[in-house]
């Protein structure tokens, strides 16, 4: 089992920053990837990024949703087990409840998830 716990949701103005950040514990070694996704009140859960590790030399793959690129950022400390998401520019369209997700390998979906945290985008 995998534990995920986020920090880091608060309040903040249109065109500010903030970062949030997914501490895992537990059986670690069993998931490959670990992504953010969020929710809007009355939309569905969307894919925001995502980190891979390939297993070579430590090597990783980013994604990101074209709606985030060039503003967010996903990066992972492995001496910390924890992933970050940088968010620049945020604007009240990334207001949602933000949510760490990992997953295990040789599934296609994502199987661990934490509890949320919340992220709020006004003025």
């Known amino acids: 089992q995998v534990q995920l716990v986020e920090s880091g949701g608060a309040l903040v103005q249109p065109g500010g920053s903030l970062r949030l950040s997914c501490a895992a514990s537990?059986?670690?070694?069993?998931?490959?990837?670990m992504g953010w996704f969020r929710q809007a009140p009355g939309k569905e859960r969307e894919f925001v990024a995502a980190?891979?590790?390939?297993?070579?030399?430590?090597?990783?793959?980013?994604d990101y949703s074209d709606s985030v690129e060039g503003r967010f950022s996903i990066s992972r400390d492995n001496a910390k087990n924890t992933v970050y998401l940088q968010m620049n520019s945020l604007k009240p369209e990334d207001t949602a409840v933000y949510y760490c997700?990992?997953?295990?390998?040789?599934?296609?979906?994502?199987?661990?998830w934490g509890q949320g945290t919340q992220v709020t985008v006004s003025s």
């Open positions: 537990g059986s670690i070694s069993s998931i490959n990837a």
């Open positions: 980190v891979r590790w390939t297993g070579l030399w430590s090597g990783s793959i980013i």
């Open positions: 997700a990992g997953k295990s390998k040789g599934l296609a979906e994502y199987d661990y």
